[in-house]
């Protein structure tokens, strides 16, 4: 990993006690939330991260050689039952996950600008329920995905209007293609 990070970050990772943190973002609806793997605010790029502590989890990040789409899971525990509701009602299908790796110097300062480690969409939540305290997990897939997912646009007049309103570009398709067309020789 050390060919991915930058110079003081690298540095970092081989020093005798190595700060690593995580860093999360989420485009929610309602607003984007972001968190960290550490306890308290921390504050990068102007914005301001709060801290999960033991109560946030995130599925090994996985790179390949080979052109693949692979996902990630991030979970969140201990949370109040009454809020699950508002987690089950927030539309998430198709908004931006990101993950970012950094590390803390000995004032628990970041080193300098943490490294991207995942971005993608948000996919589906699932909810475990325990009583007082549910978990949930939200599962976000590679932006790789969208080459797997089929193109249903189709070269007529309907699906450009659907698309673009008012454009005639697709009208005359249909009559085209009963139409003889005789190149470089002269019309009799």
Same mark, same amino acid.
């Given at each position: 990993?050390?060919?991915?990070?930058?110079?003081?970050?690298?540095? @970092?990772?081989?020093?005798?006690?190595?700060?690593?943190?995580?860093? @999360?973002?989420?485009?929610? @609806?309602?607003?984007?939330?972001?968190?960290? !793997?550490? %306890?308290?605010?921390?504050?990068?790029?102007?914005? +301001? /991260?709060?801290?999960?502590?033991?109560?946030?989890?995130?599925?090994?990040?996985?790179?390949?050689?080979?052109?693949?789409?692979?996902?990630?899971?991030?979970?969140? !525990?201990? %949370?109040?039952?009454? &809020?699950?509701?508002?987690?089950?009602?927030?539309?998430?299908?198709?908004?931006? @996950?990101?993950?970012? &790796?950094?590390?803390? +110097?000995? !004032?628990?300062?970041?080193?300098?600008?943490?490294? &991207?480690l995942f971005d993608g969409r948000m996919d589906t939540l699932e %909810?475990?329920?325990?009583?007082?305290?549910?978990?949930?997990? &939200?599962?976000?897939?590679?932006?790789?995905?969208?080459?797997?997912?089929?193109?249903?646009?189709? /070269?007529?007049?309907? +699906?450009?209007?659907?698309?673009?309103?008012? +454009?005639?570009?697709?009208?005359?398709?249909?009559?085209?293609?009963?139409?003889? %067309?005789?190149?470089? !020789?002269?019309?009799?």
């Amino acid at each position: 990993m050390s060919g991915r990070l930058p110079a003081l970050s690298a540095a @970092a990772a081989g020093e005798t006690v190595a700060r690593p943190v995580l860093l @999360a973002e989420f485009a929610f @609806a309602s607003g984007t939330t972001r968190v960290w !793997s550490g %306890i308290g605010t921390l504050s990068w790029n102007g914005a +301001d /991260y709060t801290g999960l502590g033991t109560f946030g989890e995130v599925s090994a990040i996985e790179e390949t050689m080979e052109l693949r789409a692979t996902g990630a899971a991030f979970r969140l !525990s201990g %949370i109040p039952a009454d &809020l699950v509701s508002t987690a089950m009602g927030e539309p998430i299908q198709g908004r931006a @996950a990101r993950l970012r &790796l950094g590390f803390l +110097d000995e !004032s628990l300062a970041l080193i300098e600008d943490p490294v &991207l480690l995942f971005d993608g969409r948000m996919d589906t939540l699932e %909810i475990t329920d325990g009583g007082e305290h549910a978990a949930i997990t &939200l599962f976000a897939e590679n932006r790789l995905r969208d080459l797997e997912r089929p193109r249903t646009r189709r /070269y007529t007049d309907q +699906d450009q209007q659907a698309e673009y309103p008012g +454009d005639r570009g697709f009208e005359f398709v249909p009559a085209l293609q009963e139409v003889t %067309i005789n190149w470089g !020789s002269a019309v009799e």
